[in-house]
């Protein structure tokens, strides 16, 4: 009981960290059929933003926070504008070639930067801690976390469902011929998107300091879970990268409980099987 | 010309197709110091050349071929570590490993395309990897193997510690694995290939067993990534984790890309200046190295679609 309590409580907090990194680049895979590998580079420059903010300038959490969505939200942007729309329509290799070479590029920036080591976090004091939940005590730091993934969920499924925005993003989705036709304009969307996907990114770097360490490696160690999420939920939608971040987060965290001498290998497995049983990803269109 | 003298004239040996060969030899000669550096160039090409049947010529897209290459290494350094260090019968169970694998591992992923299937291609490494960290008792773990003692190759030629033997060992393996190569993508079978990454549904219609064949070259072309896993194994007798890391997918990606996809000889032009880019730049600047590479390829991707071959013909108006 007290081994299940703790695997589904850091499950759901580490589902939470993967599902805000990833939820952006399931949109905009959906909408523009992007592969865009180096999506987990704007998460990790969204972490090194806001545990340098942090340790460097004594920048408050939530501030640093902020900082890092709105910064990474418009570098993407400029980055989309000159560098990634030249490539939509353009063949799956030059755009897998194109975002490794950022992958790259960022990594060796980061390197040079900050140095090869893992950034240490020091929490608010607000967050380090337990909190008393009454049955049992679980981290302030992970129940902070799912608080606020459940938070931005809420948000994020208020903003696509009633707003306009949202209306034409999910319209654009569905049929992005028909629905430029009734006079969406489709790039001003699809860079907004981008934005709001890659701002969502860094804010789970930032979230996650503590859980995905902030190295250099970071946009290739955490790809592999990043891509799954989208590929397992289902491109396009908001609800299946969601049941699959929950999939990998209780797998992930319960094998490494459980088995610890086979660590990830089991979830791996898992999501393979789970692929070939449904290509287009549990909630994707075929 | 039609097409058919055309694959015809392709399939002639051409004078320049003797030039990386003679580069090679004269290497022996020339590198002095370098020959070291040499035997991971001939080791890079061939680890591209495979990537080349299965991306350029059959045009599967893949982030893991590293797991072959990985696969291989492992085979013949647990091979040499714990049976014995006979090279040759070494490298046979590193092929024969490398190809069940990509056997298994293709007839499941095969049936996939797009997103999913580059994602699967990424899942069997990242499965493999975690396989060879855990499985530490035998592999080493995060620490690599050790202990991988070769014997001289047919018990005469000993790897000396200047790295000639096993530069001409590699030579040799390299240009043995190029014949089966080039005869493959002349053959019917590698034209019935380019049909595929033309155009899989008329390959289908015309009545070409689409999946199969894609299987064979997938399966053709992790025997070999192996064999060139088995060479770093057994020439630098070590094999650590990283022969099975995202980052080796990718450069070897790119070594191929910047000499030209589809093109036989991409792979020799593509490894070997990257190679010894790396050796130079890393010198001066190791950290930054990737930074230049990955703006390369951006730029590349850009402006140069084709790589430096494609760029050759271009000039020359081809």
């Given at each position: 009981?007290?081994?299940?309590?703790?695997?589904?409580?850091?499950?759901?907090?580490?589902?939470?960290?993967?599902?805000?990194?990833?939820?952006?680049?399931?949109?905009?895979?959906?909408?523009?059929?992007?592969?865009?590998?180096?999506?987990?580079?704007?998460?990790?420059?969204?972490?090194?933003?806001?545990?340098?903010?942090?340790?460097?300038?004594?920048?408050?959490?939530?501030?640093?926070?902020?900082?890092?969505?709105?910064?990474?939200?418009?570098?993407?942007?400029?980055?989309?504008?000159?560098?990634?729309?030249?490539?939509?329509?353009?063949?799956?290799?030059?755009?897998?070639?194109?975002?490794?070479?950022?992958?790259?590029?960022?990594?060796?920036?980061?390197?040079?930067?900050?140095?090869?080591?893992?950034?240490?976090?020091?929490?608010?004091?607000?967050?380090?801690?337990?909190?008393?939940?009454?049955?049992?005590?679980?981290?302030?730091?992970?129940?902070?976390?799912?608080?606020?993934?459940?938070?931005?969920?809420?948000?994020?499924?208020?903003?696509?469902?009633?707003?306009?925005?949202?209306?034409?993003?999910?319209?654009?989705?569905?049929?992005?011929?028909?629905?430029?036709?009734?006079?969406?304009?489709?790039?001003?969307?699809?860079s907004l998107a981008f934005a709001?996907?890659?701002?969502?990114?860094?804010?789970?770097?930032?979230?996650?300091?503590?859980?995905?360490?902030?190295?250099?490696?970071?946009?290739?160690?955490?790809?592999?879970?990043?891509?799954?999420?989208?590929?397992?939920?289902?491109?396009?939608?908001?609800?299946?990268?969601?049941?699959?971040?929950?999939?990998?987060?209780?797998?992930?965290?319960?094998?490494?409980?459980?088995?610890?001498?086979?660590?990830?290998?089991?979830?791996?497995?898992?999501?393979?099987?789970?692929?070939?049983?449904?290509?287009?990803?549990?909630?994707?269109?075929? | 010309?039609?097409?058919?003298?055309?694959?015809?004239?392709?399939?002639?040996?051409?004078?320049?197709?003797?030039?990386?060969?003679?580069?090679?030899?004269?290497?022996?000669?020339?590198?002095?110091?370098?020959?070291?550096?040499?035997?991971?160039?001939?080791?890079?090409?061939?680890?591209?050349?495979?990537?080349?049947?299965?991306?350029?010529?059959a045009g599967i897209v893949t982030?893991?071929?590293?797991?072959?290459?990985?696969?291989?290494?492992?085979?013949?350094?647990?091979?040499?570590?714990?049976?014995?260090?006979?090279?040759?019968?070494?490298?046979?169970?590193?092929?024969?490993?490398?190809?069940?694998?990509?056997?298994?591992s293709g007839f499941v992923i095969?049936?996939?395309?797009?997103?999913?299937?580059?994602?699967?291609?990424?899942?069997?490494?990242?499965?493999?990897?975690?396989?060879?960290?855990?499985?530490?008792?035998?592999?080493?773990?995060?620490?690599?193997?050790?202990?991988?003692?070769?014997?001289?190759?047919?018990?005469?030629?000993?790897?000396?510690?200047?790295?000639?033997?096993?530069?001409?060992?590699?030579?040799?393996?390299?240009?043995?694995?190029?014949?089966?190569?080039?005869?493959?993508?002349?053959?019917?079978?590698?034209?019935?290939?380019?049909?595929?990454?033309?155009?899989?549904?008329?390959?289908?219609?015309?009545?070409?067993?689409?999946?199969?064949?894609?299987?064979?070259?997938?399966?053709?072309?992790?025997?070999?990534?192996?064999?060139?896993?088995?060479?770093?194994?057994?020439?630098?007798?070590?094999?650590?984790?990283?022969?099975?890391?995202?980052?080796?997918?990718?450069?070897?990606?790119?070594?191929?890309?910047?000499?030209?996809?589809?093109?036989?000889?991409?792979?020799?032009?593509?490894?070997?200046?990257?190679?010894?880019?790396?050796?130079?730049?890393?010198?001066?600047?190791?950290?930054?190295?990737?930074?230049?590479?990955?703006?390369?390829?951006?730029?590349?991707?850009?402006?140069?679609?084709?790589?430096?071959?494609?760029?050759?013909?271009?000039?020359?108006?081809?």
């Open positions: 009981m007290e081994a299940l309590t703790s695997i589904l409580f850091h499950g759901l907090a580490y589902a939470m960290i993967l599902y805000i990194v990833s939820v952006g680049l399931s949109v905009t895979m959906g909408l523009m059929g992007f592969v865009n590998l180096a999506h987990g580079v704007f998460a990790m420059a969204g972490g090194y933003v806001t545990v340098i903010l942090m340790n460097r300038y004594a920048v408050p959490f939530a501030l640093a926070l902020a900082i890092a969505f709105v910064a990474l939200a418009l570098l993407s942007v400029i980055l989309e504008r000159t560098l990634y729309a030249r490539l939509y329509g353009a063949s799956e290799l030059d755009q897998v070639l194109f975002t490794i070479g950022l992958i790259f590029m960022s990594v060796a920036i980061v390197r040079y930067l900050w140095g090869p080591l893992p950034q240490p976090v020091h929490l608010p004091h607000a967050l380090s801690g337990q909190l008393d939940f009454g049955f049992r005590t679980f981290p302030t730091y992970r129940s902070f976390l799912i608080a606020a993934g459940f938070i931005l969920i809420a948000l994020l499924w208020l903003g696509i469902e009633r707003t306009r925005f949202g209306a034409q993003l999910r319209a654009a989705v569905d049929n992005r011929r028909m629905a430029e036709s009734i006079g969406i304009d489709t790039r001003r969307l699809f709001l996907g890659s701002g969502l990114a860094a804010l789970g770097g930032g979230l996650g300091a503590d859980i995905l360490a902030i190295y250099p490696g970071y946009a290739t160690e955490y790809l592999v879970y990043f891509l799954m999420v989208v590929a397992i939920g289902g491109l396009g939608s908001l609800r299946g990268p969601f049941i699959a971040a929950l999939l990998l987060g209780f797998g992930d965290t319960a094998c490494k409980y459980l088995v610890p001498e086979l660590g990830a290998f089991f979830v791996f497995a898992a999501m393979i099987v789970l692929l070939l049983w449904r290509p287009a990803g549990l909630f994707g269109r075929a | 010309m039609s097409p058919v003298d055309a694959s015809i004239r392709g399939h002639r040996l051409r004078a320049i197709e003797l030039l990386p060969w003679l580069i090679a030899i004269g290497g022996y000669f020339g590198f002095g110091d370098y020959l070291t550096l040499g035997s991971q160039i001939l080791i890079m090409i061939l680890f591209a050349l495979s990537l080349d049947l299965v991306l350029g010529y982030l893991g071929h590293s797991a072959f290459f990985g696969a291989g290494a492992y085979a013949a350094g647990i091979y040499a570590a714990y049976v014995t260090g006979e090279p040759l019968s070494g490298l046979l169970i590193a092929a024969l490993t490398a190809a069940l694998i990509g056997w298994i095969l049936r996939t395309q797009g997103l999913a299937l580059l994602m699967l291609t990424l899942a069997v490494t990242a499965l493999l990897a975690e396989a060879a960290n855990k499985a530490s008792f035998i592999t080493g773990g995060a620490d690599g193997l050790q202990g991988v003692d070769i014997d001289p190759i047919f018990g005469v030629f000993r790897f000396d510690l200047f790295g000639r033997t096993a530069y001409l060992y590699c030579l040799a393996v390299l240009f043995l694995t190029w014949l089966f190569a080039r005869r493959l993508v002349h053959s019917s079978f590698g034209r019935s290939l380019v049909g595929i990454r033309e155009n899989a549904a008329r390959m289908h219609a015309i009545g070409s067993p689409v999946r199969r064949r894609l299987l064979t070259v997938y399966t053709i072309s992790a025997a070999l990534a192996g064999i060139a896993g088995a060479l770093l194994a057994q020439t630098t007798q070590f094999v650590g984790l990283t022969v099975l890391g995202f980052q080796r997918s990718g450069e070897i990606l790119i070594m191929l890309v910047f000499g030209g996809i589809g093109r036989l000889y991409g792979a020799f032009v593509g490894a070997s200046l990257y190679m010894i880019a790396q050796d130079q730049l890393a010198k001066m600047d190791p950290e930054f190295w990737y930074f230049w590479i990955g703006l390369l390829l951006v730029l590349l991707v850009m402006f140069a679609r084709g790589g430096i071959l494609g760029l050759i013909d271009r000039l020359l108006g081809r």
